[in-house]
């Protein structure tokens, strides 16, 4: 029981904290001889080493986002009918959830004669009475 709980936890979270510094170490590898070889030799560039390098260099990122975000459980999930039912019921909630998310305020609490002056001098709404308070203004 203990050993089977041990390699189970092992197979869990050993190997995939092993594949992260395997998968930085080989994605490394262009990136390094391309700059070791320009810092050698800076007139003689060689292309295949940049090209490696510009390929290599932006999947280092999704590699790395794949393997800290993504587990066997994710992966199974990934299927085209569970996203086409999730964006469907995603969908769903947003037509249900109201148009406006903007507090409105009861008429009882609208400032009459402050609307009347805004329409009458726009100005008003520039002015010093609606300062916040803030010194970034």
């Known amino acids: 029981d203990i050993e089977e709980t041990k390699r189970a936890a ?28 320009n810092w050698i030799n800076k007139e003689d ?10 390929i290599v260099y932006p999947l280092w990122g999704f590699c790395n986002a794949m393997m800290y975000f993504m587990s066997k459980e994710t992966f199974l999930q990934l299927r085209p009918c569970n996203i086409w039912e999730r964006l469907i019921s995603w969908r769903r909630s947003l037509s249900q959830q109201p148009q406006s998310s903007a507090p409105q305020l009861p008429a009882t609490e609208i400032d009459h004669n402050y609307a009347a002056n805004v329409l009458t001098n726009p100005a008003t709404l520039y002015s010093a009475t609606m300062d916040s308070g803030s010194d970034m203004e």
């Open 10 to 37: 092992t197979k869990k979270y050993i190997y995939p904290l092993l594949m992260y510094p395997l998968v930085n170490f080989v994605l490394a590898i262009p990136v390094t001889a391309n700059r070791i070889q």
């Open 45 to 54: 560039p060689v292309f295949g080493l940049f090209l490696c390098h510009s």
